[in-house]
């Protein structure tokens, strides 16, 4: 990470620490507001006035600044903390009480501020309310290495006991407690991200600069990356059907949380960097240029989904795999590169927290808890949705992820497609986000229920019939 890199997310920490927001830093130092966010977003540069003044305002020296977010929490001044009181309340409570720091030398974790992950800080000496409170590590651990604490329970209990907790409040009532969980779904989940990425293994960048691609052309518009959304029905049969050829029973099946199993695919962990050139390197993620080749399977739809249009296009990492698996099964002629933004990449950055929502969602499913149930469906589309360029989240902005994660549930779908068709089925339609339309006896291909690798039966119809 660059000196520049380090000095945004310690800006960004300090900020978090002293619940301070851009209008206020950017009038400290002599800036307006546009600049600041230029300098944090990576637009333009911090220069060495600037840092001298941002020491300053926060009371420590500049080498002190430059060291990192780490030492500058540890250096910033006692007076320039909230206190205990004034805290905000973590959205997700742990579902047992946070161990106390035993001095003020103790570390805990802060919820992560925008621009970088949870880092460990000095704690205060006064106790901290339980909802505030995040668990503690080790003395010391944070003066070695760029660690984040170990968060008290499992995953599953935050959720369960922000649940709990709501319904309390709410006195019992079902549908009051379920409209308040669903109002603070962005934050909770974005609570729940960060306790999921304690430990974790990279420190995936939460504000890298985006690319001019991944910008939307217009305010209300969208920016240049296809995502291969699918509305395909199969013609040929849907013309034998209308000239009365043919009739046929057709299930219209429904896919089960179609972007919490999103979750699992390969995300690209820092800013992404550009290459030319024809070469695909699986332990990268992102966005790439291509030309899609032809698609020559007519019982089958593309990836690409309803694209018409010829000639290259922007895609996501799923969209390529898929079009190179599908060249390797001989659905297609192979995809040319010819030019991505990349980063290298991982599949486990959103796995703790996906399977603690499922854990979660399978338990509420068993017991009929629709409340539990719409939180947490709530709390994996809200993250999908606002994780890109969204007011409503602050904390992160990866438009890249949102589009690979999109994409991502319209490849599984794909998949589902070519799985029924392989097994024999006749596959009649697919479109939106989790449709799949078939004939046949779709059970022997796909167990029912509402679990995450089951199936849904929507309706039943006759194609070529009245319908």
Not at 140 to 147: I, L
């Amino acid at each position: 990470m660059s000196t520049e890199e380090t000095l945004r997310l310690t800006v960004a920490a300090l900020m978090q620490l002293t619940r301070e927001r851009q209008p206020d830093v950017a009038a400290a130092i002599g800036l307006t507001q546009p600049q600041l966010s230029r300098r944090q977003s990576g637009k333009s540069a911090w220069t060495l006035t600037d840092c001298d003044r941002l020491a300053a305002h926060w009371g420590m020296s500049t080498l002190d600044l430059l060291a990192g977010p780490t030492h500058a929490a540890g250096c910033l001044p006692t007076a320039r903390r909230p206190t205990a009181g004034a805290q905000t309340a973590v959205p997700l409570a742990p579902s047992a009480p946070a161990p106390p720091a035993p001095r003020s030398a103790a570390l805990t974790a802060t919820p992560a501020p925008a621009g970088t992950a949870a880092t460990p800080v000095p704690a205060e000496a006064a106790p901290v309310p339980a909802r505030a409170a995040m668990p503690a590590v080790a003395p010391g651990s944070a003066s070695r290495t760029h660690r984040r604490a170990v968060p008290a329970g499992p995953l599953p209990g935050l959720i369960r006991d922000r649940v709990a907790a709501v319904l309390t409040e709410a006195g019992g009532d079902a549908d009051v407690a379920q409209a308040a969980l669903i109002k603070t779904a962005i934050p909770d989940v974005m609570a729940l991200f960060a306790a999921s990425r304690v430990g974790g293994r990279y420190e995936h960048s939460e504000f890298p600069p985006t690319a001019g691609i991944l910008q939307k052309r217009r305010q209300k518009g969208s920016d240049a990356i296809w995502e291969g959304r699918p509305k395909w029905r199969a013609a040929d049969l849907y013309r034998a059907a209308r000239a009365g050829h043919i009739t046929m029973d057709v299930t219209a099946l429904d896919m089960n949380a179609a972007y919490l199993a999103a979750l699992k695919t390969w995300l690209p962990i820092g800013k992404l960097t550009h290459s030319e050139g024809d070469h695909h390197d699986p332990k990268r993620s992102g966005v790439h240029l291509v030309d899609p080749g032809e698609w020559i399977t007519p019982d089958l739809p593309s990836p690409l989904g309803s694209r018409q249009e010829p000639g290259p296009l922007w895609i996501t990492e799923p969209t390529l795999r898929a079009l190179i698996r599908c060249a390797e099964m001989d659905l297609c002629t192979p995809p040319k590169i010819m030019e991505s933004w990349t980063s290298g990449a991982s599949e486990g950055l959103l796995e703790k927290m996906r399977r603690a929502l499922v854990t979660v969602r399978d338990e509420a499913i068993a017991n009929n808890d629709e409340v539990t149930t719409e939180y947490v469906k709530s709390m994996y589309s809200k993250f999908v949705s606002t994780i890109g360029e969204s007011a409503a989240n602050r904390e992160i902005r990866r438009p890249d992820w949102m589009h690979i994660i999109r994409s991502q549930a319209f490849v599984n779908l794909w998949l589902k497609a070519h799985k029924a068709h392989e097994a024999g089925l006749t596959v009649v339609q697919m479109s939106g986000t989790d449709e799949l339309h078939v004939s046949g006896n779709w059970q022997a291909v796909f167990p029912e229920g509402r679990g995450l690798s089951q199936v849904k039966a929507k309706n039943i119809y006759t194609l070529g019939g009245n319908e």
